[in-house]
């Protein structure tokens, strides 16, 4: 069956202080073996001070550049990007790639049939996460369900599980996704009127899976379509990183710190079971102390 001609994904790339990773990733992209579909890369260089905006305009001119204050962290970075694809690039699909990624030449391709392959204008794909080096993990395959009255989820496989490339294929239905490869329809996009900008750095990405499942949208992950993240760059909250409890503790109470207790408590509110939600909110709390002192992976 031939595939549909002449589609516009919108690859929106939001970074920050990373011209090493965005260089990498803009040479992969723009090395991607294609058919019928078209790439346009949009990179959300949010304060532009080491040097990636001057990158991207001398080596990738192809590439459109948006420059944000310094302060739009993830989710506007995210939101910004797509609104500058709608107006200027009529695109189809938007995908949204964090900056650490590393993709193989066949990435898009795959992402993008796999989503054919599905109900296509009612759904999203998102991308199986391994980790970069040698041996590879596993760090992301899929969220098989979430337990709502304790807000938890359920992967398919455990972080860091040994990758098995022969049993590691096929699509399944995810209730959540993170940025890290997620492809949708600019329609749901819209539906949706994005990302929801009141999680700024953490969460904008399950609540937009969650949001979309809530309208009867289908969310799936494909294990053949695989980014490769370098997961030392990720920032404190991070259960496979030792950091001290001093800066635990003042990450509880910062909006752009994954361990934010608002962030979490909204979640609950907004996505948990509301018949318990006094006891879904104290296991919201405690679950962040009981993964700082008993869930350490040092990777």
């Not at 398919?156 to 329809?185: H, K, N, Q």
């Amino acid at each position: 069956m031939p595939l549909p001609s002449n589609k516009v994904i919108a690859v929106v790339i939001p970074t920050f202080k990373r011209k090493a990773c965005v260089d990498t990733l803009c040479s992969q992209l723009l090395a991607q073996v294609l058919q019928s579909v078209k790439l346009e890369i949009i990179v959300v260089v949010d304060g532009k001070t080491d040097g990636t905006w001057e990158l991207l305009a001398d080596k990738y001119p192809c590439v459109h550049k948006i420059a944000g204050n310094g302060n739009w962290w993830f989710t506007r970075s995210v939101n910004e990007g797509f609104k500058y694809a709608d107006k200027q690039l009529a695109p189809d699909f938007g995908l949204i790639l964090n900056d650490d990624l590393e993709v193989e030449p066949n990435y898009i391709q795959t992402l993008y049939e796999a989503l054919l392959s599905v109900d296509s204008e009612n759904s999203i794909m998102g991308s199986a996460t391994l980790t970069t080096g040698n041996p590879q993990k596993v760090y992301f395959a899929g969220t098989r369900k979430i337990i709502r009255w304790r807000f938890k989820s359920i992967n398919y496989v455990p972080f860091f599980s040994d990758y098995d490339a022969a049993s590691f294929t096929g699509i399944r239905p995810s209730e959540s996704l993170p940025g890290r490869g997620t492809l949708v329809p600019f329609t749901i996009l819209k539906a949706l009127n994005y990302l929801d900008e009141v999680f700024v750095q953490y969460a904008s990405d399950d609540d937009f899976c969650l949001r979309a499942l809530k309208k009867g949208f289908k969310v799936f992950i494909s294990l053949d379509a695989r980014v490769y993240s370098h997961i030392d760059l990720t920032g404190v909250g991070a259960s496979y990183i030792k950091y001290p409890f001093k800066v635990f503790l003042k990450s509880l109470f910062n909006p752009y710190s994954s361990l934010h207790l608002g962030t979490a408590l909204r979640m609950v509110l907004r996505h948990g079971d509301k018949r318990v939600l006094p006891l879904g909110i104290a296991i919201a709390v405690a679950g962040k102390f009981k993964a700082y002192f008993f869930n350490k992976k040092h990777f």
